[in-house]
């Protein structure tokens, strides 16, 4: 046994010695996972070193062969347990392993062959298991990931074909939206991310040197080996492949992404290289606020598109920040300008010309050059606006008018627009504003005041459809008819003639006379064939000359008509089927799912119906389970029935320990032909967390642990004894702990972590006393600390919790220590009082509520008065009239101590936010506070105005 370690062992050092040599031309750093072994090997040499470690424990002769283990093991982790896993492939680990020396080695490897080290916050967290997992190189469970983020970017190909490694891999980074904390660790190695993709794209090495050739190729036959992602990959590399064919003499443009701009020194030659294929031109629309009043309201498009193509371009404007001038002094943060719909900003001055609409307070060379000459309103002497009927007014860049339409024109220069019309109050400094109101047929006189002030006029054939709609109809003349019926259209006139022509598919024209004084001419084709016809219209003009009448078309206008056979209609048959999920956050997790934090809402025809489905995965991607949130639920389905039956489904009693078992899932919506969603569940684990065994006999509780090799702190607290914590044997949990007989809260600590759990025991008994909390009154009794019961209370509350019965029970438990917690600060009297009042709500139990609160009365009086509104009023206005009359009636003055007050009478698991102490400087003042707000939530609680009345 010793002799075939020894030959593993120096084999793979002298390859690991020769990999390095290779790799430090380059300065590509070394993986564990490019050795030399064959899969075969590989087992061979798992199960020698398990056999030396029951014999000899873990000697540092063999520490590269136990380093290429651990990285082996490392490429098949699955996010969840490294090291039960790492003990279920090695013999004796259980008992003799060692993580520490196991991470001594690690060192000594990165040290001696140029290896590669975990770094950043993950490799923080998780110190053991981040050594094999970053020499894993890409891990099974990343390599989906990664061929999503290349399918983000199928359409940049175009620029990831020119781009050096390190760029591509910063391309990648910025377009990983969905991705774990270790994914994101390996999407900081830049440069070994870049290598990835151009290999993975070009379907071979490409003659690189950064990685292993061999390693290589075993990671792009498992990445294709995964269904998601080989389809995933296939389009990108279709995509791609598309690309690569270019015909000689047409050049490609496509953004520069390094820096510095190799090959040109001129300023404006680099600018204009550096605004290709992004629109950051500034537009500005005016807005009525009045009869005769209007603001400039200034848009400034998403920046989103510069960063997508430059994405060394995000920490310079998600640090910065910017004003703009005509806006005002107001400073804005740099990252606002990502925003999707970009930003609005109203203006007191008007822009500059030739100047940036947006001032940033830091410089950077490269994003000015782009920025400063693009994001500029666009210079005139005039400035032309429509007028819409919901009282806007939006820039037409051309400065062209179309007759019959009303316009706000702007400018520097009064004289240029005085004869255009009335004056208009403008809320903006620097220009004038005038309205112009252009008749149907625009008279001579505006033709002469439009040409004074430098706006042209565009005269037109507008020929638009009549009576019955076609099918389809465009703006540029291009409609859609049925054989059944006969197109008919109508002339507008905006321009003098006094005859109009037509022609059928360049047929015989046909000339038609028409009064001067007509405002429109109709006219109708009948008996056309199907298919695709070319009708022409033009507007002639007779000129009387001394030679004679001569003829002048002054306008035309060509449309293209199509007919076609009408189609038969199936009675409740849309001839569209779709379906529209709107989720948010765009990213859940199981967490948010518990938590109720997932707004969904699908959308779709109302004659189907859509089944939804929660389906829980384990680390290998294998189905838990699979639940019913409601069935056959008719769409559209909105926002507040999607809340109302989620709230149902996780308040359903199930077997809730299959949540803590749960590495992820997702949420399956069935709406019959219209397809199938899938709404994906992330869950990033923590380094200290609890873990669940499921079987038809036992459930068991298991601590894991990742990352901590201090002492821990375990503690157990039941249902029926909330208050009382036991100790739990570390090495207990870890082996596992039966919830069958042993539930409640179970949290374990450190120093720096915490992590809590209410665990509830799934065993059904007859009726429903199995839903209850057996309490201990008399234990709960004893508890008279009031801080003790307030950090208790935050405990149980900000627990995670499994299901409906957890929460049930927690829910049970933290209404008794909340009831205890205010009979130790108000008093038993005072609680006695709560009780009597939930028993029977009658105005003389409500009166001798109002004589406990304080003396004099006057204070518990002013809160009884205020209780006629609380009823229905939010938490925030009660707690402000709470406030108000506290400090009003100078209970108190301080405003710590009565926010503490309102929020130990609320929710005490509020408090751990360290704004005041518990108990204020006199236990008798704080007493009273707290007895106002309770009076407060119970008049709310009761509706106690309507008792009264």
Same mark, same amino acid.
């Given at each position: 046994?010793?002799?075939?370690?020894?030959?593993?062992?120096?084999?793979?050092?002298?390859?690991?010695?020769?990999?390095s040599q290779s790799k430090a031309s380059g300065g590509h750093r070394l993986f564990a996972l490019e050795h030399c072994l064959a899969p075969d090997e590989v087992k061979v040499l798992s199960a020698q070193l398990g056999k030396s470690l029951g014999r000899r424990r873990m000697l540092a002769d063999f520490k590269v062969s136990w380093v290429v283990h651990a990285a082996e093991q490392g490429y098949d982790f699955d996010g969840q347990e490294y090291w039960y896993s790492f003990a279920q492939r090695t013999a004796n680990w259980e008992d003799y392993g060692n993580r520490k020396r196991l991470r001594d080695w690690f060192r000594a490897f990165c040290a001696?062959?140029?290896?590669?080290?975990?770094?950043?916050?993950?490799?923080?967290?998780?110190?053991?298991?981040?050594?094999?997992?970053?020499?894993?190189?890409?891990?099974?469970?990343?390599?989906?990931?990664?061929?999503?983020?290349?399918?983000?970017?199928?359409?940049?190909?175009?620029?990831?074909?020119?781009?050096?490694?390190?760029?591509?891999?910063?391309?990648?980074?910025?377009?990983?939206?969905?991705?774990?904390? +270790?994914? #994101?660790?390996?999407?900081?190695? &830049?440069?070994?991310?870049?290598? @990835?993709?151009? !290999? /993975? =794209?070009?379907?071979? $090495?490409?003659?690189?040197?950064?990685?292993?050739?061999?390693?290589?190729?075993?990671?792009?036959?498992?990445?294709?080996?995964?269904?998601?992602?080989?389809?995933?990959?296939?389009?990108?590399?279709?995509?791609?492949?598309?690309?690569?064919?270019?015909?000689?003499?047409?050049?490609?443009?496509?953004?520069?992404?390094?820096?510095?701009?190799?090959?040109?020194?001129?300023?404006?030659?680099?600018?204009?290289?550096?605004?290709?294929?992004?629109?950051?031109?500034?537009?500005?629309?005016?807005?009525?606020?009045?009869?005769?009043?209007?603001?400039?309201?200034?848009?400034?498009?998403?920046?989103?598109?510069?960063?997508?193509?430059?994405?060394?371009?995000?920490?310079?404007?998600? +640090?910065? #920040?910017?004003?703009?001038?005509? &806006?005002?002094?107001?400073?804005? @943060?740099?990252? !606002? /300008? =990502?925003?999707?719909? $970009?930003?609005?900003?109203?203006?007191?001055?008007?822009?500059?010309?030739?100047?940036?609409?947006?001032?940033?307070?830091?410089?950077?060379?490269?994003?000015?050059?782009?920025?400063?000459?693009?994001?500029?309103?666009?210079?005139?002497?005039?400035?032309?606006?429509?007028?819409?009927?919901?009282?806007?007014?939006?820039?037409?860049?051309?400065?062209?008018?179309?007759?019959?339409?009303?316009?706000?024109v702007v400018t520097r220069e009064p004289g240029l627009i005085n004869r255009l019309g009335p004056p208009v109050v403008l809320r903006c400094a620097g220009v004038t504003c005038v309205k112009l109101t252009l008749d149907t047929v625009i008279s001579q006189a505006q033709k002469t005041a439009l040409l004074h002030a430098g706006i042209s006029f565009h005269l037109s054939v507008r020929v638009s459809p009549l009576g019955l709609l076609p099918r389809q109809w465009g703006e540029e003349g291009l409609g859609v008819w049925l054989t059944s019926e006969t197109p008919c259209f109508t002339i507008t006139r905006d321009h003098e003639f006094d005859a109009y022509q037509l022609a059928i598919d360049d047929g015989e024209v046909q000339t038609f006379a028409c009064d001067h004084n007509s405002p429109s001419m109709n006219f109708m084709l009948q008996g056309l064939s199907v298919g695709r016809h070319k009708i022409a219209v033009a507007t002639r003009v007779s000129i009387a000359t001394q030679n004679g009448t001569h003829f002048k078309t002054e306008r035309s206008v060509e449309l293209s008509l199509f007919v076609r056979q009408p189609t038969a209609w199936t009675p409740g048959k849309l001839s569209i089927n779709a379906m529209v999920v709107d989720v948010?956050?765009?990213?859940?997790?199981?967490?948010?799912?518990?938590?109720?934090?997932?707004?969904?809402?699908?959308?779709?025809?109302?004659?189907?119906?859509?089944?939804?489905?929660?389906?829980?995965?384990?680390?290998?991607?294998?189905?838990?389970?699979?639940?019913?949130?409601?069935?056959?639920?008719?769409?559209?389905?909105?926002?507040?029935?999607?809340?109302?039956?989620?709230?149902?489904?996780?308040?359903?009693?199930?077997?809730?320990?299959?949540?803590?078992?749960?590495?992820?899932?997702?949420?399956?919506?069935?709406?019959?032909?219209?397809?199938?969603?899938?709404?994906?569940?992330?869950?990033?684990?923590?380094?200290?967390?609890?873990?669940?065994?499921?079987?038809?006999?036992?459930?068991?509780?298991?601590?894991?642990?990742?990352?901590?090799?201090?002492?821990?702190?375990?503690?157990?607290?039941?249902?029926?004894?909330?208050?009382?914590?036991?100790?739990?044997?570390?090495?207990?949990?870890?082996?596992?702990?039966?919830?069958?007989?042993?539930?409640?809260?179970?949290?374990?600590?450190?120093?720096?972590?915490?992590?809590?759990?209410?665990?509830?025991?799934?065993?059904?008994?007859?009726?429903?006393?199995?839903?209850?909390?057996?309490?201990?009154?008399?234990?709960?009794?004893?508890?008279?600390?009031?801080?003790?019961?307030?950090?208790?209370?935050?405990?149980?509350?900000?627990?995670?919790?499994?299901?409906?019965?957890?929460?049930?029970?927690?829910?049970?438990?933290?209404?008794?220590?909340?009831?205890?917690?205010?009979?130790?600060?108000?008093?038993?009297?005072?609680?006695?009082?709560?009780?009597?009042?939930?028993?029977?709500?009658?105005?003389?139990?409500?009166?001798?509520?109002?004589?406990?609160?304080?003396?004099?009365?006057?204070?518990?009086?002013?809160?009884?008065?205020?209780?006629?509104?609380?009823?229905?009023?939010?938490?925030?206005?009660?707690?402000?009239?709470?406030?108000?009359?506290?400090?009003?009636?100078?209970?108190?003055?301080?405003?710590?101590?009565?926010?503490?007050?309102?929020?130990?009478?609320?929710?005490?698991?509020?408090?751990?936010?360290?704004?005041?102490?518990?108990?204020?400087?006199?236990?008798?003042?704080?007493?009273?506070?707290?007895?106002?707000?309770?009076?407060?939530?119970?008049?709310?609680?009761?509706?106690?105005?309507?008792?009264?009345?």
């Open positions: 046994m010793s002799e075939t370690l020894a030959l593993f062992e120096e084999r793979l050092r002298s390859h690991f010695a020769d990999l001696e062959f140029s290896g590669v080290q975990p770094q950043g916050d993950w490799a923080k967290h998780y110190k053991y298991i981040a050594w094999p997992i970053a020499n894993a190189l890409l891990p099974r469970d990343l390599q989906e990931q990664l061929a999503q983020s290349i399918f983000n970017i199928r359409f940049q190909l175009r620029t990831v074909a020119h781009l050096p490694p390190e760029a591509t891999g910063k391309l990648i980074a910025q377009h990983s939206y969905v991705s774990s904390s +270790r994914f #994101r660790f390996l999407l900081q190695q &830049h440069d070994l991310v870049g290598r @990835l993709v151009h !290999t /993975l =794209l070009q379907g071979d $090495g490409g003659g690189q040197t950064s990685i292993y050739p061999a390693t290589l190729q075993r990671i792009t036959t498992d990445l294709n080996s995964r269904g998601h992602a080989r389809a995933w990959l296939r389009d990108a590399q279709k995509q791609y492949a598309q690309l690569q064919f270019q015909l000689p003499g047409i050049k490609q443009n496509y953004w520069t992404q390094t820096l510095p701009h190799a090959g040109t020194t001129d300023p404006q030659v680099v600018a204009v290289t550096d605004r290709q294929g992004v629109l950051l031109r500034p537009t500005i629309e005016l807005r009525r606020t009045a009869s005769a009043q209007w603001q400039v309201v200034l848009s400034v498009p998403s920046f989103q598109p510069l960063v997508d193509a430059q994405p060394e371009l995000r920490p310079h404007l998600e +640090r910065v #920040r910017y004003t703009v001038p005509a &806006h005002g002094t107001a400073l804005f @943060l740099g990252r !606002t /300008l =990502l925003s999707p719909r $970009g930003m609005q900003y109203t203006l007191v001055d008007w822009p500059a010309q030739r100047q940036c609409v947006l001032s940033f307070n830091d410089a950077d060379s490269f994003f000015d050059r782009i920025v400063g000459p693009e994001c500029q309103f666009q210079p005139a002497k005039v400035w032309v606006f429509r007028v819409s009927e919901e009282g806007t007014a939006r820039h037409i860049a051309t400065a062209h008018v179309i007759p019959g339409q009303s316009y706000l948010h956050p765009p990213a859940p997790t199981i967490e948010d799912l518990l938590g109720g934090r997932i707004a969904l809402s699908v959308d779709g025809d109302h004659a189907r119906r859509a089944t939804c489905t929660l389906v829980l995965t384990n680390a290998s991607n294998e189905e838990l389970s699979a639940q019913t949130v409601f069935q056959k639920e008719r769409l559209p389905i909105a926002a507040a029935v999607w809340e109302e039956k989620l709230h149902a489904f996780l308040n359903r009693t199930s077997d809730e320990q299959i949540y803590l078992e749960a590495a992820g899932g997702f949420i399956r919506i069935d709406a019959e032909d219209l397809g199938e969603y899938r709404v994906a569940l992330l869950h990033h684990p923590e380094p200290l967390r609890w873990g669940t065994t499921v079987s038809k006999s036992s459930a068991t509780l298991r601590l894991i642990n990742d990352g901590f090799d201090k002492s821990l702190q375990i503690e157990h607290l039941s249902f029926s004894q909330p208050m009382q914590r036991t100790s739990v044997d570390p090495d207990r949990a870890r082996i596992g702990i039966d919830t069958r007989a042993k539930d409640g809260l179970f949290v374990v600590r450190t120093e720096e972590h915490q992590y809590a759990a209410v665990v509830s025991s799934t065993h059904v008994g007859k009726g429903f006393g199995w839903l209850g909390v057996e309490l201990d009154e008399y234990k709960m009794r004893q508890s008279r600390d009031d801080r003790e019961l307030v950090d208790t209370y935050a405990l149980w509350a900000n627990a995670r919790t499994c299901g409906g019965i957890s929460r049930f029970k927690r829910m049970r438990v933290l209404d008794h220590i909340h009831d205890q917690l205010i009979a130790v600060v108000c008093g038993i009297p005072w609680a006695k009082l709560e009780k009597r009042l939930a028993s029977h709500v009658t105005a003389e139990n409500w009166g001798l509520l109002d004589d406990a609160v304080s003396q004099p009365i006057s204070y518990a009086v002013a809160l009884g008065l205020a209780c006629k509104v609380a009823t229905t009023l939010p938490d925030e206005t009660i707690e402000n009239i709470h406030r108000t009359k506290s400090m009003g009636f100078r209970i108190s003055q301080d405003l710590a101590v009565v926010r503490t007050a309102w929020l130990l009478a609320f929710n005490p698991a509020l408090l751990l936010d360290g704004e005041a102490h518990p108990v204020g400087p006199s236990k008798d003042v704080f007493a009273t506070l707290v007895r106002g707000a309770r009076l407060l939530l119970l008049c709310r609680r009761h509706e106690r105005a309507g008792a009264q009345g």
